[in-house]
């Protein structure tokens, strides 16, 4: 089975641009979650979408913004991107995500890069 | 204040010896997920291990396991016999937000762990 897929594998983008990340959980999952990991930092929760619902967000701006389709893949929007938003953008799914003992499985990444 | 505290920036251990990677966490929710996830250089973030609030039992999983104190809010994770492969960046994360309804995972700033032969 596939795991967790994400679309672009690299993307450069100049400031004040805008960006669209791609997700596709493992078949079966049906939460989503958005991670910004900076170089050398642990991953910063961004978003958790459940049954196309917003169920978690972390402390971003409303720059980032997020949705989840009926096949429970999931899009992650950047508006006005700043150098700082410069990471590795991490995708993740679980089955549920409303279980505390859910593991989620991780994408390999998009690494953003705004010049 | 750091819900997750990581205060190994970096660790060595010899190949076939036992590592202890520390981890505390700060939570008032009474429901909570305890998780360890490895990412090699490669950039991959991979599970390893679950620990529930509510478990009695350590978890354990192959090589790895939690020693979970739960009145001193710690989560340690204890690879055995390590092998050159265990290498990486190893991060405590918690799931909270059951009571709320308003899920967050949070991670720690990692451990880097150096197994030398």
């Known amino acids: 089975d596939a795991g967790v897929t994400q679309s672009p594998t690299h993307l450069i983008k100049t400031r004040g641009q805008h960006v669209t990340l791609r997700c596709s959980p493992i078949?079966?999952?049906?939460?989503v979650s958005w991670y910004q990991q900076v170089l050398g930092q642990g991953p910063q929760f961004i978003f958790q979408?459940?049954?196309?619902?917003?169920?978690g967000r972390g402390n971003f701006p409303d720059r980032f913004s997020a949705r989840q389709f009926p096949n429970y893949s999931s899009e992650l929007n950047v508006n006005a991107l700043l150098l700082g938003d410069s990471a590795l953008y991490l995708c993740?799914?679980?089955?549920?995500?409303?279980?505390?003992?859910?593991?989620?499985?991780f994408g390999d990444g998009t690494r953003l890069s705004i010049l | 204040a750091q819900k997750i505290t990581q205060t190994q920036p970096g660790m060595f251990v010899q190949e076939k010896e036992a590592v202890t990677l520390d981890c505390t966490y700060d939570?008032?929710?009474?429901?909570?997920?305890l998780f360890w996830y490895k990412q090699p250089s490669s950039g991959e973030m991979i599970f390893l291990i679950y620990?529930?609030?509510?478990?009695?039992q350590n978890a354990t999983e192959g090589r790895y396991s939690l020693n979970f104190q739960k009145a001193r809010k710690s989560a340690n994770l204890v690879i055995s016999a390590s092998q050159l492969g265990d290498s990486a960046m190893y991060f405590c994360?918690?799931?909270?937000?059951?009571?709320?309804?308003?899920?967050?995972?949070?991670f720690g700033t990692g451990t880097r762990l150096k197994v030398l032969a």
């Open positions: 993740a799914s679980s089955t549920t995500g409303t279980l505390s003992n859910q593991p989620q499985h």
């Open positions: 078949s079966g999952h049906k939460s």
């Open positions: 979408y459940y049954e196309k619902e917003e169920r």
């Open positions: 939570t008032s929710d009474q429901s909570y997920g």
């Open positions: 620990q529930g609030s509510y478990d009695e």
């Open positions: 994360a918690m799931r909270e937000g059951f009571t709320s309804g308003t899920y967050k995972y949070i």
